[in-house]
C-alpha cells in the first residue's frame, strides 16, 4: 500500500460542505479525520477516523488537530438566511469559540496549512443594496459593515488567521464562499438555505399537486449560486497553491430568487405560481468577481447552475417522498 498523502483533518466533517470535502480528499488519498458534534445525517462517512466532539472546547480541538498536517476549518453553527437573521448572538459565541480555540490548537500541534471557510456575508452591506449589484472583488470586504454578527464573525477570523500567520508562521488559507448547494445537505428544518428550500418546495407543490410555492420577500433578490463539486475542488487548489489572502469562491452567475425558483419548477416538470410572504431576505444584491480566483487557481468552478440544480432537486425530492411515506429516506453511502 502505498503512503497516503497527507494527514488532513476536516472539521465540520458530519456538515454538507465537510461530508462531501471528505470524500474528495479521500480520493485524492489523503489519510482523513472528521469531526463534528455529529456524524453525516443522510450518508456514511468516509474518513478513516471520525471523532464526535465539541470544538467549542480547547481539549477537543487539541485532540482533533493532533498529528495532522492540514486543517480544513469548516466546522461552524450556521443556516441560511433564517438562522443567521434571527440567532445572532448564539452564532457570534460559539463560532468564536470553535475558531479561537482550532486555529490555537493547530499551531501547538505544529499543523503545516490550515484552511478558513469565510464567506461573501463579511461583505459590507452597503456594496450589496441594488439587485444588479457589481461583483464582489476580495478588496470590497473594507472599510468593514457586513450585514449580521455572521459576517462579522467570519471577518474576524480572517484576521486571526492573518496575525497568526504573521505572528507564529503558521500557513494559512481563507476561502469566501458564495452560497454553495448540492445533495445531502439540510433541506428541511429551518437551517437549509435559498436552494435547498425551494427544491423541497417545488418537491411537496409536485407530489401534492398544490402548484404554488412561498417566496420570502418578493424573490427579487440576487445571488450566484456554486455546485458542491467545483466547491471541493476549489478548497483542494487553494489549499495546494501558496495563495494565503481571502479568496472568493463561487460562480458569478446572478440569478434572483424567483428565476431560481424557475429552474427549479422546470426541473420538476411542473408550472408553480410564486406565493411572495415576509421573511428575511438579506441583503438585496450579492456577486463574485472571480478575477483573482482565476489567477490564483487558473480555474473557476464551470459546472451549470441547471446541472446542478438537477441532481440537488433529485436527492430533494426523494427525501420529500421518503418524508410524506413517513419514513426517512435512509442513508446512501
Ligand atoms: P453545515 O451546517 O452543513 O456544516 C457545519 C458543521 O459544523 C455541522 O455539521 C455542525 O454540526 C458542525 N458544528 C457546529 N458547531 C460545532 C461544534 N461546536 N463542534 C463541532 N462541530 C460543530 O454547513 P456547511 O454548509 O457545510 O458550511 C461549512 C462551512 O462553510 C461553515 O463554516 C460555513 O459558515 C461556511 N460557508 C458555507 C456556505 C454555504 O453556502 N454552504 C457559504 C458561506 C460559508
Request: charged share 25%; aromatic share 8%; net charge negative.
Amino acid at each position: 500500500m502505498s503512503a497516503p498523502a497527507g494527514r488532513a483533518l476536516v472539521t465540520g466533517a458530519g456538515g454538507f460542505i465537510g461530508h462531501h470535502l471528505v470524500a474528495s480528499l479521500k480520493k485524492r488519498g489523503f489519510w482523513v479525520r472528521g469531526v463534528d458534534l455529529k456524524h453525516p445525517e443522510y450518508s456514511d462517512s468516509h474518513a478513516d477516523e471520525f471523532l464526535v466532539a465539541d470544538l467549542r472546547q480547547a481539549e477537543s480541538c487539541r485532540a482533533a488537530t493532533a498529528g495532522i498536517d492540514d486543517v480544513y476549518a469548516l466546522a461552524a453553527d450556521m443556516g441560511g438566511m433564517g438562522f443567521i437573521a434571527n440567532n445572532h448572538s448564539i452564532i457570534l459565541h460559539n463560532n468564536a469559540l470553535i475558531n479561537l480555540h482550532t486555529i490555537e490548537a493547530a499551531r501547538v500541534n505544529g499543523v503545516k496549512r490550515l484552511l478558513y471557510t469565510s464567506s461573501a456575508c463579511v461583505y459590507p452591506e452597503f456594496k450589496q443594496t441594488e439587485a444588479n449589484v457589481s461583483p464582489l472583488r476580495e478588496e470590497d470586504a473594507y472599510p468593514a459593515m457586513p450585514q449580521d454578527a455572521y459576517g462579522w464573525e467570519k471577518l474576524i477570523t480572517e484576521r486571526l488567521c492573518y496575525h497568526y500567520r504573521e505572528d507564529y508562521g503558521l500557513d494559512t488559507r481563507v476561502v469566501r464562499f458564495h452560497n454553495i448547494f448540492g445533495p445531502l445537505g439540510s433541506w428541511d428544518g429551518g437551517r437549509e438555505k435559498a436552494p435547498a428550500a425551494l427544491c423541497r418546495k417545488v418537491a411537496r407543490a409536485k407530489l401534492s399537486g398544490e402548484h404554488e410555492i412561498e417566496i420570502w420577500g418578493d424573490g427579487e433578490q440576487t445571488r450566484s449560486f456554486c455546485y458542491i463539486d467545483d466547491c471541493v475542488e476549489g478548497l483542494y487548489r487553494l489549499m495546494q497553491s501558496g495563495f494565503q489572502e481571502p479568496l472568493n469562491l463561487g460562480q458569478d452567475r446572478l440569478i434572483s430568487i424567483n428565476d431560481l425558483a424557475r429552474i427549479v419548477a422546470r426541473i420538476a416538470g411542473i408550472e408553480v405560481k410564486l406565493r411572495h410572504v415576509p421573511g428575511p431576505m438579506g441583503v438585496r444584491g450579492r456577486n463574485s468577481d472571480n478575477t483573482l480566483l482565476r489567477k490564483v487557481l487558473g480555474w473557476e468552478p464551470a459546472i451549470s447552475l441547471e446541472d446542478g440544480l438537477s441532481i440537488t432537486y433529485g436527492w430533494i425530492e426523494e427525501q420529500v417522498r421518503g418524508q410524506l411515506s413517513g419514513g426517512a429516506a435512509g442513508k446512501s453511502a
